[in-house]
């Protein structure tokens, strides 16, 4: 095929895989879309990207970007397509210890990242599960999230510069480490949780952080979802917005995980229903140098501000991680929410958004609306409630597709009513294009489409993801 | 004329100004540019907008929308069309205390919101010499920066959501209060800083922060600007990223002021050439609670932090503000920038960012490069040191164009090499349109042509404005 012979002459022969060597690119990470695609061109630079894309626009075949091939919404899913993988743009280009930034290709893994920069004592303070194979190219194209953005946004928040190869081949040079730059339309946050649609992301400076010198890490039970937030509220202004994470896990959440794991600990002597996994970050030296018994100041305050808040009432009972052994076991819970879901097999999965003073209110209302539309049906939830981010889950007794459809609508009705999203962090790709057709405001569609034909006219980039 | 009459039907008729009415609209802030604007229309909702930008699409006429029209930049010019301002819009229409978020129309100003929220002991942590007059709508549109951002970011860092009404009418609903929000493309960023040119910002969703309960605030001298960025990464990390302005003064512009307050007192004992003015901000309770002498912890441990520095030899000379009185003075001497500058009389501003490693390179370079442009010339800055943002201007003994052009295209030489940007904080409007056409990556020009058609394909929205 005289495509894949001009692929090769652009990025050399072994870096064209085809047959064979397409089993990893043919499914996403959950299984749930399976797809073959045509070949899998990995280019080595940006010049090779743009090359590459000059060609399959001349062609007339629609490009799907890859990275690590991590999401959980089918964005890379790639029927008779070509998909370019920027696993091979994986330098960590320069660090700028003074100035806290880094340059970086696409093709990074977010695990090598974190290493390349501790060196310096200094961090990019994003983090979740695909950390080992996820590529920073794919977290700008998702503008992934996970459990610290209640201290340092999205992705989106970290970056400063990028370079995208547009779907003619024109690469845009918008690479810069600027804290302040007024020069016209910003066109970066255009490209920044575009699934790809718009362009391909080759280069980026990220904004790195000093690594915190010590955590003091707690579960802490309230009595409701309104304390919580108001614990939030305290915790960040007793600490000046320490806040690293801020994890709801209800009793139902805590029931389960210690049924799959008869070894584990319980996180207090009697159960609760609102239980917050909270961890400060101790960036200032001096929360951070141990005291004469070897307890750091920042786990001392915390354990102040915590009995201060229980002589309230505003606290039920609170346990404070005594060394690294106890934080990590805190976190094991927390992290082992996937195997807490997936342990419910016919399961309705959501990922959605409210203000910080409606996720009480939402999840006060589906007690009353679950048990009228799936009598019987049990909810199961995990929060990042600090930025107001819920996985609401319902585990149904068996596959019932209307069901779950009608569980789903009856969810993006509560949620739009508050003034939320369906789509907090996982992105469109195929999976919730029917959401995004449902809920979305009709204007800001019509825009993105307008958009999407300006910078694609030819629908190569993509195709066929986030816009219904 | 049919389209003041139609104007008229739909905002009330005193509410079209025209004739004498139009002097406050017909010049900018500095002076700068002056015009004549068919008429001053102003709506009192988005309904009114909405059907203003349909009256004015069916005629074909231009808008140039105007909210404090305080800019710097003559983006409010308006020769022949029509303004539309935003200043009935004013209602600061819910706090939601818990949740730290703000929704307000976009003719809210600054200093109203402050006051408004300050009663909650919140803060919209974004303040500059316009606060009085500037109005939401304008700094959103400008995406305005100012002395705060070290801590808090542009005005684009601190809107989570917003609602624009479109050139044909259309109202796009972005308005939310979500940390989390991967629903399709982000167009609320595009809309933020395009001065005007995509839509009219109508209303908007602000982030607040807990209010400082103390500061501590000090004039330090150091050895030079490298070591400048050192002390800035040293308290960050003293006090946990808690530097709310770190404001760069040199030698010539303490003289200056000195010259032109004769009653006003030096900063320090012996002259300095660097002068830093720091300010902490202290949002944790434990930092504000005066001890038994009447000192706010957050200064004593300033005061520490800053011996040690001395100690090292990385901090000269240092003095803090004692109290409020002393806060304010060194404060009036970092205001008194406009002052200072105004009193060279031929001047060659600029408005410049720089990564922050590439300040200090920018200025010595500037040393060899200015005698030789401009034998004789004088050249005087002041700096947001902590986002690299330098107002760095050239006094002219005589009005000289030419050379102010070549001193201009030198500036921006040595900014592009260090890979700056020469709009910072002002934006383009009219003023900078031709730095933009020199300096912008011509792909970056090209997408943004491409969107400006896209979304207003006639060209009604703030015409010749931002795009050469």
Aim: hydrophobic fraction near 45%.
């Amino acid at each position: 095929m005289a495509l894949i012979t001009e692929l090769q002459g652009i990025v050399g022969t072994h870096h064209v895989l085809q047959g064979a060597d397409l089993a990893p690119f043919s499914c996403d990470f959950l299984g749930g879309y399976a797809w073959e695609p045509l070949c899998v061109v990995r280019p080595g630079s940006t010049r090779e990207v743009a090359a590459v894309m000059r060609c399959m626009s001349q062609a007339g075949i629609a490009v799907v970007p890859v990275g690590g091939n991590t999401g959980l919404a089918g964005a890379t899913a790639a029927e008779g397509m070509v998909m370019l993988s920027l696993a091979r743009m994986n330098k960590v280009v320069e660090i700028r210890p003074a100035s806290r930034v880094v340059e970086v290709e696409a093709g990074v893994v977010l695990d090598h990242l974190h290493a390349a920069v501790g060196v310096h004592g200094l961090s990019f303070p994003m983090t979740f599960g695909a950390r080992g194979s996820c590529m920073i190219g794919g977290m700008l194209s998702t503008n992934a999230g996970g459990s610290n953005v209640v201290r340092y946004g999205n992705t989106r928040a970290l970056c400063m510069g990028l370079e995208v190869v547009l779907a003619d081949g024109r690469v845009l040079d918008l690479m810069n480490a600027l804290h302040k730059d007024n020069s016209g339309y910003d066109l970066k946050d255009l490209f920044i949780g575009a699934e790809g649609t718009l362009g391909i992301i080759t280069r980026a400076v990220l904004k790195l952080v000093p690594a915190p010198r010590a955590f003091a890490t707690a579960m802490v039970a309230v009595p409701g979802l309104a304390e919580a937030l108001q614990l939030l509220n305290r915790l960040q202004e007793a600490t000046g917005r320490a806040v690293e994470a801020f994890e709801y896990m209800p009793g139902s959440f805590i029931e389960r995980h210690l049924a799959l794991h008869p070894g584990a600990r319980a996180p207090f002597d009697a159960p609760h229903a609102v239980n917050i996994m909270v961890e400060i970050g101790a960036t200032a030296m001096r929360d951070a140098e141990p005291g004469p018994d070897g307890v750091v100041p920042i786990v001392t305050y915390l354990e102040q501000v915590l009995a201060g808040l229980m002589e309230e009432g505003a606290v039920l009972d609170a346990v404070i991680a005594r060394n690294e052994a106890e934080r990590a076991e805190m976190w094991a819970r927390r992290e082992a929410a996937a195997e807490v879901m997936i342990s419910y097999p016919h399961r309705v999965d959501t990922d959605i958004a409210l203000p910080l003073d409606a996720v009480s209110v939402f999840l006060e209302r589906m007690e009353q609306v679950l048990p009228q539309i799936a009598p019987g049906a049990k909810h199961i939830e995990v929060a990042h409630l600090g930025d107001g981010n819920i996985h609401y889950s319902v585990a149904l007794a068996q596959p019932d597709t209307a069901l779950a459809e009608t569980i789903t609508e009856r969810v993006e009705d509560e949620v739009k009513r508050l003034g939320g999203s369906f789509s907090a962090e996982h992105g469109i790709g195929l999976s919730k294009k029917s959401s995004m057709a449902r809920r979305k405001d009709p204007v800001a569609l019509e825009v993105m489409r307008s958009i999407k034909a300006a910078l694609d006219p030819d629908g190569l980039m993509n195709p066929g993801k986030v816009l219904p």
